[in-house]
């Protein structure tokens, strides 16, 4: 949890990141289950990190679903260690969970316009070329609406930063 860290006097979405935290990741591609797992497998890290037993944290949250935060960051982290790390540019992690919000056009500001921003993404309801979804490939003629998420992900890095990538 530590990549993506928050100061709350520079930082003015926390409220936007509560927010994040409170509303459920919801999914219409069978394999973006893979990234709620992502989410919830941090849980573990933040107890660890956090001081907490992880037993405790597992149980405060038993019932609670993936949410939009957990699975953004997840994802974001994958995005680094999985793909992007380079030590030639650092620990890059906050810049891709800035470009998913980017990408969907969040506010972070708990209004009416973000829950509809993330109810669109989940259903699929953006273009196709994945603007107001969590990556925006500008350009593609992929429609990325049948894609799930690790292969938009993917698309997206392959159009913008390919001489990068390090699998």
């Not at 520079?10 to 936007?16: A, F, L, P």
């Not at 037993?53 to 405060?60: A, F, I, T």
């Not at 939009?68 to 969970?97: K, Q, Y």
Request: charged share 30%; with cysteine; proline share 2%.
């Amino acid at each position: 949890m530590s990549k993506i860290s928050v100061d709350p006097a520079k930082n003015e979405h926390i409220q936007g990141f509560k927010w994040l935290f409170a509303t459920d990741f919801q999914w219409s591609h069978k394999l973006d289950a893979n990234r709620a797992a992502d989410g919830v497998d941090l849980r573990s890290t933040f107890a660890y990190e956090c001081g907490y037993r992880y037993p405790e944290v597992r149980q405060v949250l038993l019932d609670k679903q993936c949410s939009w935060l957990e699975m953004m960051v997840g994802l974001a982290i994958r995005c680094e260690d999985s793909i992007m790390g380079n030590d030639e540019f650092g620990d890059r992690t906050p810049h891709w969970f800035n470009v998913m919000v980017d990408s969907l056009g969040l506010y972070l500001d708990c209004s009416e316009d973000d829950e509809v921003i993330l109810k669109k993404c989940a259903s699929r309801q953006y273009k196709q070329d994945g603007e107001g979804g969590l990556w925006w490939v500008k350009g593609t003629k992929k429609n990325l609406r049948r894609m799930q998420i690790w292969d938009q992900m993917c698309e997206y890095l392959n159009a913008n930063y390919k001489e990068e990538i390090h699998l």
